[in-house]
């Protein structure tokens, strides 16, 4: 009976993994499936398929996987593979295989898990994002009222390619910790630092409320930094956009507390020099001066009749 019910419960669960499984092969939008999917799907499984798909590439490596590459899901059971549906003529078995392969072999080494299963769908409502890159942006940046500057120039790509290329460099060297040094906490105007992917450009915010030490010898040295820093990851004149930008509120509500709390102390501080005074000025109304000497010469008086 416990061997039959053991059966039985197997049977159940590989039968709920399988559904779920295909239940996606009846969507419209389904491709194909690679994979297996294990008898049982637990919580360990699930913590395993979403380990997975977080570590697989974000969006500006998409092209190293395959062009037609829309994006990555899961449903915490197994990995989403949407691409683009302009590409429905060009997509076969063959190329399903490769792009499987490159995914197995990506969840393997970060996760440790082979075989992983996976469906491919095409991207829903999708608008054509063929090559969305504005070559006009950076001009067109100009004409911005918080327009301050701009420096660089900006490249001409062929096709997609050449600009997602471009871009992931961009992407994967954008951190400049030698811009630190131009924050407001250490007296610069720097307030923010960006990539603009489609626009094809860095924009750097610097500080609308302290225009005098926004000028072109601060903002050729900020210039500077990132141009070099961009420089070594092989990509050089940098196209850079400098914008007006105001400080975060926050920031303002943080000037603005501590003459509140001065007030605060102050009135903190009096209270109790009154209070103290008063109860001193109670305690000497309380007190009658020669008082004590007098008792105790009562007391003497006293004692020394009852010694008599």
Not at 11 to 38: C, K, M, Q, V
Not at 156 to 167: H, M, P
Request: proline share 5%; with cysteine; hydrophobic share 35%.
């Amino acid at each position: 009976m416990i061997l039959f019910l053991v059966v039985l419960l197997s049977i159940s669960y590989t039968s709920a993994a399988t559904d779920a499984f295909e239940e996606y092969a009846e969507d419209s939008h389904f491709i194909a499936s690679r994979g297996n999917l294990p008898d049982t799907i637990d919580q360990e499984w699930k913590n395993t398929i979403v380990d997975c798909w977080s570590n697989l590439p974000d969006s500006f490596s998409y092209y190293k996987f395959d062009e037609a590459l829309y994006g990555f899901a899961s449903n915490s059971e197994f990995i989403i593979v949407e691409l683009k549906s302009e590409c429905k003529g060009k997509i076969n078995d063959s190329r399903i295989d490769q792009l499987y392969q490159k995914i197995e072999a990506h969840c393997e080494e970060n996760s440790g898990l082979s075989e992983v299963p996976v469906v491919f769908m095409w991207a829903e409502d999708e608008e054509d994002l063929k090559f969305e890159y504005d070559p006009d942006a950076f001009e067109k940046a100009k004409n911005s009222s918080w327009f301050v500057a701009s420096m660089g120039t900006v490249p001409e790509f062929a096709d997609e390619g050449e600009w997602l290329e471009w871009s992931e460099k961009i992407h994967e060297a954008r951190l400049i910790f030698e811009l630190q040094s131009y924050n407001p906490s250490n007296g610069g105007p720097l307030l923010s630092f960006g990539f603009k992917k489609y626009s094809g450009y860095i924009e750097v915010g610097v500080n609308k409320e302290t225009p005098d030490i926004v000028n072109d010898s601060s903002l050729n040295e900020i210039y500077q930094t990132i141009d070099e820093h961009f420089e070594d990851a092989g990509i050089s004149d940098i196209p850079v956009v400098f914008v007006w930008e105001l400080p975060a509120q926050t920031d303002e509500a943080l000037e603005e507390e501590p003459p509140s709390m001065e007030k605060d102390t102050s009135q903190t501080v009096e209270n109790p020099t009154e209070n103290e005074t008063t109860d001193d000025n109670q305690e000497a109304s309380q007190t009658t001066p020669g008082f004590t000497s007098i008792m105790l010469i009562l007391c003497l008086l006293i004692v020394t009749r009852f010694i008599e």
